[in-house]
């Protein structure tokens, strides 16, 4: 009779194409992969990987097995989750993908709260590009992804959950700095640290300057950095000015970096929960997506933001954030 165990294990093989990499995913050792996966085949009595050194590739047998693997694996999965929902209890596994913002910034506050409420599930949280983190989780890899931005892509389904801002800072000395609001023609003037084209951050505030008729194109970029926190840095350093997430600012550079109100510019930038709707959700799966979407979160009640006005000193009290209508 097959073993749900083992076509699991094959499963994160043949994703990985590395066992040891498999083994790291399992918290298995990689000896016992290599057993589970010869098991498997000579209950088959056919091979399922070609091996090559340290490269791995299914065989024709292999690819076949794979999509009727990942159905009994989550089948297997559904039937453990519900019988364990019969008794009113959320336990296994649960496996997040995210950007690498989100990842620090936000995930670790959720899962802190989440994991007193549930001990019983056992999560792992992957940090990644938006698109990766999409794709996985069209192909069951993660069970949730969190994103800057809603995605639609057959099954997946989004919802948001969290708006945070996305300010202008700049370094603690900067003239801007003692100034309740500068006009946005003054950006003309200041040396610009971005994010990547196509990330999040930067395609929200490129929309945001575009509104107020300042194309990116007219300012000077002196650096270019492929993460947020990077370019934190990077201003609290003097290099010039940049936009970033409020929530990274509040618990990476506060009180380093002075943020800079602009004349009617107010960007924000929406956080989304997804989940794919053509598989069956785990329990452990289902309660994060409920604790998450929950208005009276109280981690999201603490994403707040609370300025102290100029004239009594500028600080980030707290983190900011709005919890998202659904």
């Avoid at 950007?99 to 992957?126: D, H, N, Q, W």
């Avoid at 640290?193 to 300012?219: N, P, Y």
């Avoid at 000077?220 to 934190?232: D, F, K, M, P, R």
């Avoid at 997430?245 to 380093?256: D, E, H, K, N």
Wanted: hydrophobic letters at 45%.
């Amino acid at each position: 009779m097959l073993d749900a165990h083992q076509l699991n294990v094959f499963l994160a093989a043949a994703r990985a194409l590395n066992f040891t990499a498999a083994a790291r995913q399992l918290h298995m050792t990689q000896p016992s992969v290599s057993q589970h996966i010869q098991a498997l085949e000579n209950h088959f009595d056919t091979q399922l990987f070609v091996r090559s050194g340290r490269h791995l590739c299914l065989t024709d047998a292999g690819e076949v097995l794979l999509p009727m693997a990942e159905r009994l694996v989550a089948q297997s999965y559904s039937i453990e989750n519900r019988m364990e929902q019969l008794k009113g209890s959320v336990y296994g596994r649960l496996h997040i993908g995210c950007s690498t913002t989100l990842g620090k910034y936000i995930l670790p506050l959720l899962m802190a709260e989440f994991m007193l409420k549930y001990p019983r599930v056992e999560a792992s949280c992957l940090t990644m590009p938006r698109e990766t983190a999409v794709q996985k989780l069209g192909g069951g890899e993660v069970h949730v992804a969190l994103a800057s931005e809603r995605e639609f892509h057959g099954d997946l389904l989004f919802e948001k959950f969290l708006t945070d801002k996305v300010i202008l800072i700049a370094p603690a000395r900067h003239p801007w700095a003692s100034r309740d609001y500068i006009e946005p023609a003054e950006l003309l003037e200041a040396r610009f640290i971005w994010r990547e084209e196509g990330s999040g951050t930067r395609t929200v505030a490129e929309h945001g300057l575009r509104q107020m008729g300042i194309s990116v194109d007219k300012l000077q970029t002196v650096l270019t950095l492929g993460n947020s926190e990077a370019i934190a840095l990077a201003v609290q350093e003097g290099i010039g000015v940049g936009f970033v997430s409020q929530i990274m600012v509040s618990r990476l550079v506060a009180g380093q970096v002075a943020p800079i109100r602009v004349r009617g510019l107010d960007i924000c930038q929406h956080i989304f929960i997804g989940c794919n709707g053509g598989r069956v959700g785990t329990a452990a799966q289902n309660a994060f997506w409920d604790f998450v979407t929950d208005p009276h979160n109280p981690v999201l009640r603490r994403l707040h933001f609370s300025e102290v006005s100029r004239r009594d000193g500028y600080a980030f009290t707290a983190v900011s954030a709005t919890v998202g209508s659904l």
